[in-house]
T-cell receptor, first 117, second 110 residues
Framework: GAVVSQHPSWVICKSGTSVKIECRSL??????MFWYRQFPKQSLMLMAT?????????EQGVEKDKFLINHASLTLSTLTVTSAHPEDSSFYIC?????????????FGPGTRLTVT | QKEVEQNSGPLSVPEGAIASLNCTYS??????FFWYRQYSGKSPELIMS??SNGDKEDGRFTAQLNKASQYVSLLIRDSQPSDSATYLC??????????WGLGTSLAVNP
């Protein structure tokens, strides 16, 4: 149980284009989903928290107009990197939390490796 | 600033030994704690969650929580080379966010 999928697993795009990453909880409903970014040999960095049907809450320093998050349903959240630049190249990972009262586990997708050329 | 601290390691243990990973946290309001394992180039995988003081065992893994000392640990018995990874400690924060430690690198030597 508690499986989260992410698509695509890797993507290469040209500078200035946009990329959409999908995150799905396959066997549970996710009240809350999270988007992280991780650079090589660095720790996880939380980018934003999204609740179904609400606007995402972005962490300080994360540009909301550049990283568009849509949590359309209890099983799907998308992250769109707009006008991507080489410095956006990173490992993007989503996680989902079932949202049961008092339980805060996050289950991670396999991640999307983005390379911007 | 709420923090979770871990020794970055690397922690090196021989195969078959017990690996002991430790974590301290600053937020006394945190009620839930998690250990994740992350292999190089992969996403984190939840291996243990603990909510109450004391020990929680799952197979070769035992998580220990001491809220008075604000201390969480993970013991891995009969360590295997496949356990070599970075282990992330996290504590529950506000709005379901987790406060993450920077991780401890574990190397199990055959």
């Amino acid at each position: 149980g508690a499986v989260v999928s992410q698509h695509p697993s890797w993507v290469i795009c040209k500078s200035g284009t946009s990329v959409k990453i999908e995150c799905r909880s396959l066997d549970f409903q996710a009240t809350t989903m999270f988007w992280y970014r991780q650079f090589p040999k660095q720790s996880l960095m939380l980018m934003a928290t999204s609740n179904e049907g609400s606007k995402a809450t972005y962490e300080q320093g994360v540009e909301k107009d550049k990283f568009l998050i849509n949590h359309a349903s209890l099983t799907l959240s998308t992250l769109t990197v707009t006008s991507a630049h080489p410095e956006d190249s990173s490992f993007y990972i989503c996680s989902a939390s079932p949202g049961l009262a008092g339980e805060y586990e996050q289950y991670f997708g396999p991640g999307t490796r983005l390379t911007v050329t | 600033q709420k923090e979770v601290e871990q020794n970055s390691g690397p922690l090196s243990v021989p195969e078959g030994a017990i690996a002991s990973l430790n974590c301290t946290y600053s937020d006394r309001g945190s009620q839930s704690f998690f250990w994740y394992r992350q292999y190089s180039g992969k996403s984190p995988e939840l291996i243990m969650s603990i909510y109450s003081n004391g020990d929680k065992e799952d197979g070769r893994f035992t998580a220990q929580l001491n809220k008075a000392s604000q201390y969480v640990s993970l013991l891995i018995r009969d360590s295997q080379p496949s356990d070599s990874a970075t282990y992330l400690c996290a504590g529950g924060g506000n709005n379901r966010k987790l406060i993450w430690g920077l991780g401890t690198s574990l190397a199990v030597n055959p």
